[in-house]
């Protein structure tokens, strides 16, 4: 059976990944910081669909967090998902520096350096993949946060393309928008004032997420509504994107 390492994978996007992808077969080696969850989350998949469940606890927050993660991926797995990360409860000055520095390790550094680690066995076998789960705030200014998630989208083409005719692996920056987990709950943050038409259902997102990593797209946005929004982005003067931006889904309670 194919393996699967998913980040962050005890809810949200994660959790949607682990089951869809053990849904299609995949043993899965998940990795979370919370252990009793972690566990009750393999377990109940390996109960449901067969498979395999391994646990991995560890914190990308912290170097020893990211070498066991490391250390796992040389072993050889077929798909990477980068999905771990967090939002802040509050905008930049508001936020501890020690916060931010965290921010960009999970992100940015652990992104790096799992897709480092997995991509050499993949490129031996000629096979894999690796989803690197970004934002559609990547393609607008929201402080770090958004700023931390331009970088996935840039580092994941980057690399696409630096290994692209090297058998068939592919990497693949994922950006949903509005998305129904506990992300926004646990930064504190008050989406009272977004629009019900630019919520996702998790599923979605990831059926969209695997399709397109078939297809080889290098930068995928699920849903309609968002496709057009990125596009618009692009017409749009920066300072103008910034200030919509802003002003969506960033009051904190």
């Known amino acids: 059976?194919?393996?699967?390492?998913?980040?962050?994978?005890?809810?949200?996007?994660?959790?949607?990944?682990?089951?869809?992808?053990?849904?299609?077969?995949?043993?899965?080696?998940?990795?979370?910081?919370?252990?009793?969850?972690?566990?009750?989350?393999?377990?109940?998949?390996?109960?449901?669909?067969?498979?395999?469940?391994?646990?991995?606890?560890?914190?990308?927050?912290?170097?020893?967090?990211?070498?066991?993660?490391?250390?796992?991926?040389?072993?050889?797995?077929?798909?990477?998902?980068?999905?771990?990360?967090f939002g802040h409860k509050g905008t930049f000055l508001d936020v501890p520096v020690s916060d931010e520095l965290a921010m960009l390790k999970v992100h940015c550094e652990a992104v790096l350096r799992l897709t480092s680690a997995a991509l050499p066995r993949m490129l031996e076998r000629g096979r894999g993949g690796v989803v690197n789960v970004s934002s559609v705030a990547a393609f607008a200014s929201r402080g770090t946060y958004g700023a931390s998630k331009a970088w996935v989208v840039g580092f994941s083409q980057g690399v696409a393309q630096d290994i692209a005719g090297r058998g068939n692996v592919r990497v693949m920056a994922l950006c949903p928008g509005f998305v129904r987990t506990e992300f926004h709950q646990r930064a504190g943050m008050d989406t009272s004032n977004v629009p019900s038409f630019l919520w996702l259902e998790q599923d979605a997102v990831v059926d969209t997420a695997l399709r397109d990593l078939r297809r080889g797209v290098q930068v995928s946005v699920p849903g309609a509504q968002y496709k057009a929004i990125v596009a618009a982005t692009r017409m749009m003067p920066r300072d103008l994107v910034g200030r919509l931006s802003a002003r969506t889904g960033r009051r904190y309670d």
């Open 1 to 85: 059976m194919p393996t699967a390492f998913i980040t962050g994978a005890t809810a949200g996007i994660g959790a949607a990944f682990a089951r869809r992808l053990a849904a299609d077969g995949f043993d899965l080696v998940l990795l979370a910081r919370d252990g009793e969850r972690l566990d009750r989350s393999a377990r109940d998949l390996a109960e449901r669909y067969g498979v395999r469940a391994g646990t991995l606890v560890a914190d990308l927050a912290t170097d020893d967090g990211i070498a066991a993660a490391e250390a796992r991926l040389r072993e050889g797995v077929d798909l990477l998902v980068n999905n771990a990360g």
